[in-house]
C-alpha cells in the first residue's frame, strides 16, 4: 500500500527549530514532486514548500523564506523540512504530499501523509 508518513514533529519555544521527515513506502519517491503543508486549528490548510523530481525547482511560501528548507534522499525515500526561528502562529499539523511540482503549489496532490502535529510555545 502507497502511503507518506510523517514524522519529528513537537513542541518547541517560539525561535526554535525543528526537522520533519517524510518517509514513503510502497512506492518510489523519485518520480515524484513532494510539498509541506500546514493546518492552523480553524484555519485552511496552506502550502508551505515543494521541491521537484530533480531538486532543481523550490517553492516556499513568502511566510517562511529564509527559514524553512526542503530537501530529499531518495535514496532513504524521504524528504525533510528544517524549520528555522519558528514563530507563535505556526503551529499546527504539518502534512507532505506528492504530486506533480506546479499542481502540489497549487494545492493538489496525488497522495497525503497522516500528518505531525507540530506546536510553538513557550
Known amino acids: 500500500q502507497a502511503q507518506l508518513v510523517e514524522s519529528g514533529g513537537g513542541l518547541v519555544q517560539p525561535g526554535g527549530s525543528l526537522r520533519l521527515s517524510c518517509t514513503a513506502s510502497?512506492?518510489?519517491?523519485?518520480?515524484?514532486?513532494i510539498g509541506w503543508f500546514r493546518q492552523a486549528p480553524g484555519k485552511e490548510r496552506e502550502g508551505v514548500a515543494c521541491i521537484s523530481t530533480s531538486r532543481i525547482n523550490t517553492y516556499y511560501a513568502d511566510s517562511v523564506k529564509g527559514r524553512f528548507t526542503i530537501s530529499r534522499d531518495n535514496a532513504k525515500n524521504t524528504v525533510y523540512l528544517q524549520m528555522k526561528k519558528l514563530k507563535p502562529d505556526e503551529p499546527g499539523v504539518y502534512y507532505c504530499a506528492i504530486g506533480e511540482f506546479r499542481a502540489i503549489v497549487a494545492g493538489v496532490a496525488q497522495i497525503w501523509g497522516q500528518g505531525t502535529l507540530v506546536n510553538v510555545s513557550s
Open positions: 510502497g512506492f518510489s519517491l523519485d518520480y515524484y514532486a
